[in-house]
């Protein structure tokens, strides 16, 4: 069955500092594509990233980073140097093929951002 | 950039009656999906479509729900009788045919309709 995990359900951290949200899937395919998603409170899913399962190496895009590790099923989030806007609902997924493509959310992160 | 379209964005009934959400899905796309995220919860997948039939539904997905694509862009979801629990943002997504590139597991989503059911 596929599965997707996110432990910490809300994190309230102060503007400037460094955030890590979680992130621990399951699956028994050997080709699935990881994603986060970043909802914001007007409730829109804006795409922020896709890791296929082939792929470890980690990304970097400005303030946020990726770190994927197959070894441990988790592909955790990092947001430097956060800023109020960054408050928002995040959701890891996991996407696998099989006739019925679908996606598998994880329950979602609220991180608050205060400043 | 092409984009997946939804209407209405915030939709009110009442108990009992029957609601159609539309969905423009991005025009080369093949699959469509519907999702539901019950306020404060995560996003769950209902249904997939793909050449005209269902592919694969989820438990949430009953003879309460249906899903037709009537013509050559739209792709409706219909709930014949609303329940209280219908309350929801529902979320249409679409993707390229499956299997053809990386960018097939990729889905696009709409915005979003936020349904209240009173």
């Known amino acids: 069955a596929q599965k997707v995990t996110q432990a910490q359900t809300e994190i309230s951290v102060v503007e400037k500092e460094d955030v890590t949200l979680d992130c621990v899937y399951e699956t028994r395919d050997t080709t699935y594509y990881l994603f986060w998603y970043k909802q914001p409170p007007s409730g829109e899913l804006v795409f922020l990233i896709r890791r296929n399962s082939f792929d470890e190496q980690n990304e970097i895009s400005g303030r946020y980073s990726w770190n994927f590790q197959k070894s441990t099923s988790s592909f955790n989030f990092t947001i430097t140097a956060s800023q109020v806007v960054d408050s928002a609902v995040y959701f890891c997924a996991l996407s696998y093929l099989n006739y019925g493509q679908n996606f598998v959310f994880g329950p979602g992160t609220r991180l608050s951002v205060l400043p | 950039e092409p984009e997946v379209t939804q209407t209405p964005s915030h939709q009110v009934t009442q108990m009992g009656q029957e609601v159609i959400l539309r969905c423009v899905p991005i025009?080369?796309?093949?699959?469509f999906y519907w999702y539901r995220q019950i306020l404060g919860q995560k996003v769950e997948f209902l249904v997939s479509f793909y050449n005209n039939e269902i592919s694969e539904k989820s438990e949430i997905f009953d003879d309460q729900f249906s899903v037709e694509r009537p013509d050559g862009s739209n792709f409706t979801l219909k709930i014949r009788s609303t329940k209280l629990e219908d309350s929801a943002m529902y979320f249409c997504a679409s993707s390229e045919k499956p299997y053809l590139s990386a960018s097939s597991y990729e889905q696009y989503f709409g915005p979003g309709t936020r349904l209240t059911v009173t």
């Open positions: 025009s080369n796309h093949l699959y």
